[in-house]
């Protein structure tokens, strides 16, 4: 719907339009005699329910937290894999230190689960449990896993249970003070694994060194990696970012006559698998209690799904340049600021045919079919400054197809009802050295917004048009 309508003046306008052809692209010089005017239009919309996202995020979470305002609870956990250095060395097999039987072991192994941050109470105790992965069904690399996989099918089925139970707390109270606050501690989950796991591996070490040979074959002959899991508890989540597995050993130096302890270090890093199983509770009962307004929701949660009035914005314009495309979403406070739940700070916008096949095929934002914003917390907005090619590429799109499948654009609208639909997706970005974004993933920490809209209020997008005379 288009609200209201207003000329400013002639200018002597100098851009790139954004319209179904070329012909008007290039410098407008001074004798270009250009008509500006605005105009408003309404556009609707809506939440969906996100029934899963792509988990392939650099970080894993772990931890349940109860969403204040769903009364859902967010259960998250992972599994990681471990990498070895290629073609690894453990010191001559007469060099290792053996037990009174004359057989190597190892001294000790751990788990050192390292964490960006926290939500909740870091205090809060949380039961996890440990397993072992199956070296003969191993996570791949060439597939593509969505945050409800079922991660328990990777588990080793000849164990006989968990490895490890454990009592953790964001807050390692094993440590001083003045240890916690130090420069050079990291915050992180220490998990001591049995000692049997650590003779196991150094052992498949002098059976075969080619185990060792790469990371790919020490996951699927060695080590497989691990499952962990939230057993019990609630209130605090942990945003992972890398682990590592310690094995400590004894070998000796001839020369010297001396022990030393040596210790092996096995990184769970992006470079080999982390995945992330998010359960998030019956969302859609929510969204349809509160159509009042609209939601993003983290991880895993709930999105917002725009309809662009595309058909309104060429009434009467068919011969007319769009200069801008632009909208502003206005959030509302929160009504739960102490919940720990944070305000999504990047927005994905794409066309809802593509919210799947934008991660999957590892897409960044092309300014055409997609844009990213940022939040703006001192105005409390999410504003799109210029989308102008999104809504001519609509446009043609619809014209195109219709005319090449011979049928009207308005048949071919209805049978294709998502032509003209974009859905705002919170993710997370990397750059590189430049500032160009390189890669874009879901948010999969814990997030909230609630945005104006939803039924019967629209958001207005302000539209610049340009005319020759």
């Not at 060439?142 to 079922?150: E, L, P």
């Amino acid at each position: 719907m288009k609200i209201r309508n207003s000329f400013i003046a002639a200018l002597g306008l100098c851009g790139v339009a954004c319209d179904d052809t070329t012909d008007t692209i290039g410098i407008f010089t001074d004798s270009d005699n250009i008509n500006a005017s605005t105009s408003v239009y309404e556009a609707s919309t809506r939440s969906i329910v996100a029934d899963s996202v792509l988990s392939n995020s650099n970080s894993s979470y772990l931890g349940r937290m109860t969403d204040p305002e769903t009364h859902q609870q967010i259960n998250a956990e992972f599994l990681a894999q471990f990498s070895t250095l290629e073609d690894y060395e453990f010191p001559d097999y007469d060099l290792m230190v053996k037990n009174g039987q004359g057989e190597i072991e190892a001294d000790s192994i751990e788990i050192r689960l390292y964490y960006e941050k926290y939500y909740g109470d870091d205090n809060n105790p949380m039961k996890m449990e440990v397993y072992e992965l199956d070296t003969t069904h191993v996570i791949r690399e060439d597939t593509t896993y969505y945050s409800n996989a079922d991660l328990a099918q990777y588990i080793n089925p000849q164990a006989a249970g968990p490895l490890v139970r454990k009592i953790i707390t964001a807050k390692d109270f094993t440590l001083s003070d003045d240890e916690l606050e130090s420069d050079s501690y990291t915050p992180n989950i220490r998990i001591v694994l049995p000692k049997e796991y650590g003779t196991f591996i150094i052992r498949k070490y002098y059976e075969n060194k080619d185990f060792f040979k790469n990371s790919y074959n020490f996951i699927r002959h060695v080590c497989p990696g691990f499952y962990f899991r939230t057993a019990d508890g609630d209130g605090t989540m942990l945003k992972m970012r890398v682990g590592a597995m310690n094995l400590f050993f004894r070998y000796k130096d001839p020369e010297k006559d001396t022990v030393y302890v040596g210790m092996s270090r096995f990184a769970a890093t992006p470079e080999v698998l982390q995945n992330t199983h998010i359960e998030n509770g019956n969302l859609q009962e929510f969204v349809d209690r509160n159509p009042q307004c609209t939601y993003l929701k983290t991880p895993a949660g709930i999105f917002t799904e725009m309809t662009l009035p595309v058909d309104d914005i060429y009434e009467g314009h068919q011969n007319d340049s769009i200069n801008q495309a632009q909208f502003t979403l206005y959030r509302y406070n929160a009504t739960h600021p102490e919940s720990g739940f944070e305000t999504p700070q990047t927005l994905l916008l794409v066309r809802k045919q593509d919210m799947y096949s934008f991660f999957e095929e590892g897409n960044v934002p092309d300014e055409k079919t997609s844009y990213i914003t940022s939040f703006n917390s001192s105005y409390n907005t999410y504003t799109f400054s210029n989308i102008c090619n999104l809504v001519a590429y609509c446009r043609r799109e619809k014209n195109q197809e219709a005319a090449k499948n011979g049928m009207s654009p308005d048949e071919w609208a209805r049978l294709n009802p998502d032509w003209n639909k974009i859905v705002l997706i919170p993710v997370e970005t990397n750059e590189d050295n430049s500032n160009n974004i390189v890669s874009v993933t879901h948010d999969m920490g814990l997030g909230n917004a609630r945005l104006a809209g939803g039924e019967g209020q629209a958001i207005q997008m302000q539209i610049i048009y340009s005319t020759f005379e």
